[in-house]
């Protein structure tokens, strides 16, 4: 019976459910706002060569999702980089040094890429310098792209009014923003399916946009807000059930892991928002069954 | 000439008594009537339900032993016995659990192959064999295989498996559920493939449900406290749709909103899980005096995957 009831049962935090997989979802990491740091420690393992290289980009980075058979792509603006810059012996090893070759991106700007790495691994391997940005990834195809999808770098920050209203907007140390045209969230919610027991979106579809701000503290506490605006009226109640469901879901792990927990759900004229605080966000990690 | 047809007569003859022989079934054992004695969960599972549509569907998505379930070969399938009971209970600090599956046309071809499904079990891993019955597991768990007449049982716990191999007349001292007319009854309805009963006077359940919930770190059912019995039937309607009827007695009246509220996300998170597999979970809960009753539709959604 116990291993029936386990079969139904599947947790995961709302925070690692969105850093999981994807297409075009950013996430701007701010590493001065408390308990950033240890935020990436945990969840975020870019390396090269074993070093991790998020200690080495500025402040303010991005992580893109684009491809769902792909990993995230780092995004920061760095300026020119010089021979001495701390990210260029790391640029070189993943590129593979004097091995490396190089294609040509959307804006002219050169991809290099490492034709030996091991084709098995989902490694750095990738990276374009635009316009005083950089882009590591893994696959030059994905970089290339996500590059296609900027006309300039401005757009790589470019934010719907509908999140910058979001409580905590400024503050907050994690920020998220993505939005559903040319299925772009469709795709990650549903490369999600695969690996997940239990879908947490119902219909991808209805999302038209997404958009989150999460404030850290160093002793674990999270403060979120995720804003979800559907495609049309009829689609705003499949998606008050869904956050309602995930918000259900926090709730249940939380108060079975005696963390302080607060959560609310509300709509407005063209939005679905729901707030949460959470007394350590550590302990709704996880999943409780995992997916083969 | 005339003597090799009365020879092939005789042979025939011969063969049609060992076969009829071999294949008469024995009847059902009698000592199952020994193990409702404490138990707090009893069911009978058709076992022919599992491997049709949509059932077959949704244990396939389960990635875990029960995907092999469907895939058996169709010529084991008729190895298979048609029904299997379980009965769940407590004695002690542990759980126990036993399963009786009445053989039928089986019931001497499981008994010339009982000793090598344990030798196989044994050559497996799962265990090392200790005296004739039972397998002793690496965790220490001692789990029976013994047949006695038309019946095979597989049990795990001590009290349980003593009850089978050393049955003692308790007349007049038993509680706990009897499966034995009415789930039978049950499964006589084709459409049937499963009805559990569970009583929750011993707060058996509940401490069953607390104890999941601390390994998962998860509440499931917060409200299992006000909860005092209750029955699941499983049955197909249509070519491809299931239906589950839960009822569910509570002991506080003020507690049925939480338990609605425990089905409810219940129900949702089955929905979820079914949906990758273009099934849809449909659920109406009604509520009589302290019985809540909760009819779940399981259907396909009509898309393609």
Known sequence: MRRLLVLLFIVALFVIITVSDGSALTFELNKDKPGVQAFIQKNLRFTVGGAPIIQKLPANFYVIYYSPDDIPVLAAKVGKIEKTSPLSPYLEKLSGGNNSKSITGPHKEKIVYNPNSPTDKKILESYALWDGWIFIGHKKETINNLLKLYKTTSDIVKIDKAATSIKGWKEAGIKIWGDNSNNHLYNIFEAQKERLLIPLVKDPKKIQYLAGAFTLTVSNEMNGTLLVKPVNPQAKKDIEGDLRFIGETVRRRLVAVKTPYKGKLYSTDNAVIYEAYMGNYLTAQGEIIKSE | ?305
């Open chain 2, 1 to 305: 000439m005339r003597r090799l047809k009365y020879g092939l007569i005789i042979l025939v003859v011969l063969v049609i008594v060992i076969l009829v022989w071999f294949f008469r079934p024995f009847p059902p054992s009698g000592l199952k009537g020994n193990l409702y004695k404490d138990t707090y969960l009893a069911g009978i599972i058709k076992t022919r339900g599992i491997w049709n549509k949509p059932l077959s569907s949704i244990i396939a998505s389960v990635p875990l032993e029960g995907r092999t379930l469907p895939n058996i070969p169709f010529y084991l399938k008729p190895f298979i016995p048609p029904t299997i009971e379980l009965y769940v209970a407590k004695t002690g600090e542990e759980g126990e659990m036993a399963v009786a599956v009445d053989l039928g046309w089986r019931s001497r071809l499981f008994r010339i192959i009982r000793g090598t499904l344990m030798e196989q079990i044994q050559y497996r891993g799962v265990g090392v064999i200790e005296g004739e019955y039972t397998i002793r597991t690496p965790e220490g768990k001692r789990i029976l295989i013994y047949q006695d007449e038309g019946t095979l049982f597989l049990a795990e716990g001590d009290n349980i498996i003593n009850r089978i191999i050393r049955p003692v007349s308790d007349k007049g001292k038993v509680s706990g559920i009897k499966p034995g007319e009415e789930l039978t009854q049950q499964v006589y309805d084709k459409k049937d493939i499963a009805y559990i009963s569970f009583s929750n006077d011993n707060k058996e359940i509940t401490r069953s449900i607390e104890d999941l919930e601390k390994k998962l770190g998860f509440l499931i059912l917060s409200s299992s406290g006000s909860i005092k019995g209750g029955t699941i039937k499983l049955r197909k309607t249509g070519s491809n749709t299931l239906v589950i009827e839960l009822v569910i007695g509570v002991t506080d009246i003020s507690e049925i909103e939480a338990i609605e509220g425990d089905i409810t996300y219940i129900i949702e998170l089955l929905d979820r899980f079914l949906s990758n597999s273009n099934l849809k979970a449909e659920m109406t809960i009604n509520t009589e005096n302290d019985n809540i009753m909760t009819h779940v539709m399981i259907h396909p959604t009509g898309k393609s995957k």
